[in-house]
């Protein structure tokens, strides 16, 4: 069976960015949650890149004229589902900080109400309070 000069490309750049994402995760730039994603999507493209029909059969199931497009159609699916996924965590996180802020300034609150000095790191030397300016 012969490749054509597309679908190599196609797959290598999918194996290539596998690679790329297992690299991430060894030196820990990218989360393991994340790198399921991105391993996933790669690997659908890397199979259908290699195997014509597969992706014929599929575009006949789903019905689309071209195989470009079913793989367009898997682009925009994936990304959605990426956008939607970082969406959750984006809003998780937001919360969390809020939870956080309210925390910390409840127990900023609690010190100062028993006499203990708190001196905010990296504070501006004036709101550390009159003691942090006198060294």
């Not at 790329?20 to 690997?43: H, K, N, P, Q, T």
């Not at 609690?110 to 300016?133: D, F, K, L, Q």
Request: proline share 1%; glycine share 10%.
């Amino acid at each position: 069976m012969f490749l054509s000069t597309i679908q190599l490309v196609t797959a290598l750049g999918a194996t290539v960015l596998a690679l790329y994402v297992l690299d991430l995760v060894r030196r820990r730039r990218l989360s393991e949650d994340f790198s399921l994603l991105w391993l996933v999507s790669s690997a659908v493209i890397a199979i259908l890149g290699f195997s014509t029909g597969l992706l014929r059969g599929v575009t006949h199931v789903l019905g689309i004229l071209y195989e470009t497009s079913t793989v367009f159609a898997f682009g925009l699916g994936f990304t959605v589902i990426g956008l939607l996924y970082l969406s959750i965590r984006l809003s998780r996180l937001s919360q969390e900080n809020v939870l956080l802020a309210r925390e910390l300034a409840l127990l900023r609150q609690s010190c100062e109400a028993s006499g203990v000095g708190v001196a905010a790191a990296g504070a501006p030397a004036g709101a550390r309070g009159p003691e942090a300016n006198r060294s």
